[in-house]
Every structure is written in C-alpha cells, then in structure tokens.
Nanobody, 114 residues
C-alpha cells in the first residue's frame, strides 16, 4: 500500500521557519522524482519545489532563496525547509511522488500570520 505522510506544518509568524517532512512507503522511493505542491485559499495548486533522483532541484520563483528541498533515500523521506516565511506562503502543502505513477500525500496546513 502506497503512503505519503506529511508532517511539520503549523502556525508561524512572518519571517519564521518551518520544516516539512514527507515519509513514503509502498514504492521504490529513490526511483521517483519528489515534489512539494501547495494550494492557497481560492487559488490553484502550484508546484513549489522538485528534487530529482540524482538530487538536482528546481523551485518556483517566489520561493527561490527561501525554501530548500532535500531527500534522504535511506529514510524514504523528502523535506522542505521553509525560511523567511511570508503570509502569502499560507497554504496546504502536499507531497507528491512521480515517475511511473503519481502519488499524493494528504497535505499539511501552513499558516503564516502575526
């Protein structure tokens, strides 16, 4: 059974940091590209960050320099370190695994507010 379980969301003040984690099971983790998406209230889902099998990364323009995606294949886990958070980063963040199939986590809420 495939599972992607996110954790680490919460409420943080502007300028603060959070680290999201997503632990996978049920498929060969290191064969998959891993993504973090987000969906803000009233907006479409957007791709935030990608890490490929060989550890190269891509970021959405608004998070470049603030967010860092990483993966630990030994732990079947992908991370999203989010620094200098802004209110516009408020969203539900979803972990995604993509290669032969497309797997999704249940999402974790991130709220940036004073």
């Amino acid at each position: 059974q495939v599972q992607l379980v996110e954790s680490g969301g919460g409420l943080v003040q502007p300028g603060g940091s959070l680290r999201l984690s997503c632990t996978a099971s049920g498929f060969i983790f290191d064969m998959y590209t891993m993504n973090w998406y987000r969906r803000a209230p009233g907006k479409q889902r957007e791709l935030v960050a990608t890490i490929y099998r060989l550890f190269s990364t891509n970021y959405e323009d608004s998070v470049k320099g603030r967010f860092t995606i990483s993966r630990d294949n030994a732990k079947n886990t992908v991370y999203l370190q989010m620094n200098s958070l802004k209110p516009e980063d408020t969203a539900v963040y979803y972990c995604n695994a993509f290669r032969y199939n497309n797997y999704w986590g249940q999402g974790t809420q991130v709220t940036v507010s004073s």
